[in-house]
């Protein structure tokens, strides 16, 4: 049944394809900008990848306006402060981010300083807080995961408060998003497994929240179906092509899905863990995962069932009853997650992960003031939360 009435945007440009990152001056000369920031961090620095940034801009009238390395996993607030100063000293014009979603929200967040003319990001925190556009900002994704590249947020820890802010804009999304294999190729078989169960994520609560649509339903499906099909591959030889390329395009539409549909508990639960007790983003995603697909099941039945199609493929489905298979949905997922563990050492539960005990009930009132929760199916409180919680630690 189609929703009485949604909305559904998505307004960036994607460029796909091998030595895709060659347009980069050619897409800024468009967006007509010449002297860019280029914010990255220290992994994608060491892997190599900024020359062919700047091999792109040696063949053009482009100047890179400075380098900004400085990112650490889950950026803060003072590294956004310490990249628009950089900004301002080099007299920049736009960004450009290299990097995964710490680097691409470190870039959307310092946009909003820079073009507010202010030096406090806090004032933004929020929905809507924007009234004027922003800098033109060039995204590439080197993690296939997060979905940064095409959403309008930036998720940024205030290190004072131990939390993850939200600053979500429509003028906030990308102009531009650069897929280039060459990008990904280099990522470690665990970050990539990581960041893979979190575009995972992305695209099964995508189908699953209340906000879904028929429209970021089609982008959810072709996400899953591509990561059924290439994550394990992608983990298992890093240098095959079709498998990164692949990844790459499933981040990117499980993205689209949710920056429309949004996103629930999985991502509440991981918020609060991130923020806690510093479990990487794509390894709380992996673990919560199940635990919420299985929690609000009495409202998604049909939906999850629906998703073993895509994710199990057409003989799976025909072959499971019609009434098991919301159930073998969940029950695939856990076998790819176990798979992920045999392969790079994915953890499996909170305690595998080495989260403490103790920060259970912490994290569990975290949770609860996490956007992402009014958009779940089900209601959570305190010692749903909790329960759930346990079980992953348990599991
Ligand atoms: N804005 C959004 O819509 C959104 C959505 C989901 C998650 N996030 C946020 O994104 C952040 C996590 O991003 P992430 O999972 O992409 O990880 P990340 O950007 O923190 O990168 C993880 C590690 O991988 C390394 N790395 C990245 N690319 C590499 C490559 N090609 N080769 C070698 N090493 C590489 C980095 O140097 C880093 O050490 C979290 O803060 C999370 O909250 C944002
Ligand atoms: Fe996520």
């Known amino acids: 049944m189609l929703p009485a009435y ?123 807080r924007l009234k004027s556009p922003v800098k033109p900002l060039i995204v590439v994704p080197t993690t296939a995961g997060t979905g940064s590249e095409v ?41 990539t497994a990581a960041t893979g169960m979190d575009a995972l994520t992305h695209a099964m609560e995508a189908c699953t929240c209340i906000q879904k649509n028929p429209i970021s339903d089609a982008y959810a499906f072709a996400a899953i179906q591509l990561i059924g099909k290439s994550l394990i591959n992608a983990v298992k030889d890093g240098k095959n092509i079709e498998a990164r390329m692949a990844m790459a395009n499933a981040s990117t539409m499980a993205g689209i899905a949710f920056s429309n549909s949004m996103v629930g508990m ?18 709380a995603m992996s673990i919560f995962l199940p635990f919420g697909l299985e929690y ?22 025909v072959r499971t009853d019609k009434n098991r298979r919301a159930e073998r949905t969940i029950a695939l997922v856990r076998k790819f997650q176990q798979k992920l563990y045999e392969l790079c050492g994915l953890p499996r539960s909170l305690r595998e992960a080495g989260v403490s005990e103790t920060m259970l009930e912490p994290v569990a009132g975290h949770a609860l003031n996490d956007g992402s929760l009014i958009f779940n199916p089900e209601e959570l409180d305190y010692n749903d939360a909790l329960a759930v919680l346990k079980k992953a630690y348990h599991q």
């Open 6 to 128: 949604y909305e559904f945007f998505s307004p960036v440009k994607i460029i796909s394809g091998n030595k895709a990152l060659d347009n980069l001056p050619f897409e800024l000369d468009r967006l007509g900008v010449r002297r860019p920031l280029i914010i990255t961090d220290a992994g994608v620095i060491n892997a190599g990848l900024i020359r062919y940034v700047k091999s792109a801009f040696d063949s053009s009238n482009m100047i890179i306006g400075a380098i900004f390395d400085d990112v650490p996993p889950d950026s803060s607030t003072d590294v956004v402060h310490r990249a628009v100063e950089v900004f301002r000293h080099n007299r920049c014009d736009s960004l450009v981010a290299v990097g995964g979603g710490s680097p691409m929200d470190t870039a959307k967040a310092a946009n909003i300083v820079v073009s507010e003319n202010s030096d406090d990001l806090m004032k933004y925190e929020g929905a809507d």
């Open 296 to 317: 609000n099941l009495n409202k998604t039945r049909s939906f999850v069932s629906e998703l073993l199609l895509p994710f199990g493929g057409q003989e799976e489905f």
């Open 266 to 283: 999985v991502h509440s639960l991981g918020h609060a863990a991130g923020a806690l007790c510093s479990l990487p983003h794509g390894v």
């Open 151 to 191: 959403t309008f947020v930036a998720v940024i820890k205030n290190m004072q408060k131990k939390v993850k802010m939200s600053f979500a804009s429509h003028l906030l999304y990308p102009k531009v998003a650069i897929l280039d294999p060459r990008m990904t190729v280099t990522m470690p078989p665990f970050i």
